[in-house]
Antibody, heavy 117, light 110 residues
Framework: QVQLVQSGAEVKKPGASVKVSCKAS????????MHWVRQAPGQGLEWMGI????????SYAQKLQGRVTMTRDTSTSTVYMELSSLRSEDTAVYYC??????????WGQGTLVTVSS | EIVLTQSPGTLSLSPGERATLSCRAS???????LAWYQQKPGQAPRLLIY???SRATGIPDRFSGSGSGTDFTLTISRLEPEDFAVYYC???????????FGQGTKLEIK
């Protein structure tokens, strides 16, 4: 069965960076794009970007351009999302999610990133 | 960038009733690129509908999607207790690829 398992919760200081991992299993890793979506406490869903695990190409939300980097390791079927220059507004649950038919069908369990001094 | 506006913000209904949720886009959206999700507290979202009207795997047939252009609707024909949750619409735009979510509709028990 398809599983996306994310790394654990993080607490970071403003200005620092965070790197969240997402390990995929149960399907051919390079056959599906992977999205990153975040959700601030009590708020809605915000799309962050997408990576093609096959070639590594990426596309990021304009709002996060320059601060977000998505990479992948095909040997371990893992994608990574790194967000730099963290501020309090980046406090959120971060999800990886598998893309299919212009939608997202499987989601990771979420990783809480807290930015606090 | 296309903006998705969902209405109402909160919908209060009783089990057994019919729910109609709206998603309006600021520009025309291809029907192939409109999806709906359900999210319960403390859980990741779950895909309900893709391509505006196709149910995802395992989704009960009381959930249906419709619409085209700028106006899309998610209908739940007869509410079950487990259907009370927050619902989001989402669209995909190309060149460059960008995905946008609506702000959500909370469906609560009356």
């Amino acid at each position: 069965q398809v599983q996306l398992v994310q790394s654990g919760a993080e607490v970071k200081k403003p200005g620092a960076s965070v790197k969240v991992s997402c390990k995929a299993s149960g399907y051919t890793f390079t056959s599906y794009y992977m999205h990153w979506v975040r959700q601030a406490p009590g708020q809605g869903l915000e799309w962050m970007g997408i990576i093609n695990p096959s070639g590594g190409s990426t596309s990021y939300a304009q709002k996060l351009q320059g601060r977000v980097t998505m990479t992948r390791d095909t040997s371990t079927s893992t994608v990574y999302m790194e967000l730099s220059s963290l501020r309090s507004e980046d406090t959120a649950v971060y999800y990886c999610a598998r893309g299919v038919s212009a939608a997202v069908d499987y989601w990771g369990q979420g990783t809480l990133v807290t930015v606090s001094s | 960038e296309i903006v998705l506006t969902q209405s109402p913000g909160t919908l209060s209904l009783s089990p057994g009733e019919r729910a109609t949720l709206s998603c309006r886009a600021s520009q025309s959206v291809s029907s192939s690129y409109l999806a709906w999700y359900q999210q319960k507290p403390g859980q990741a979202p779950r895909l309900l509908i893709y391509g505006a009207s196709s149910r995802a795997t395992g989704i009960p047939d009381r959930f249906s999607g419709s619409g085209s252009g700028t106006d899309f609707t998610l209908t739940i024909s007869r509410l079950e207790p487990e259907d009370f949750a927050v619902y989001y619409c989402q669209q995909y735009g190309s060149s460059p690829p960008v995905y946008t979510f609506g702000q959500g509709t909370k469906l609560e028990i009356k």
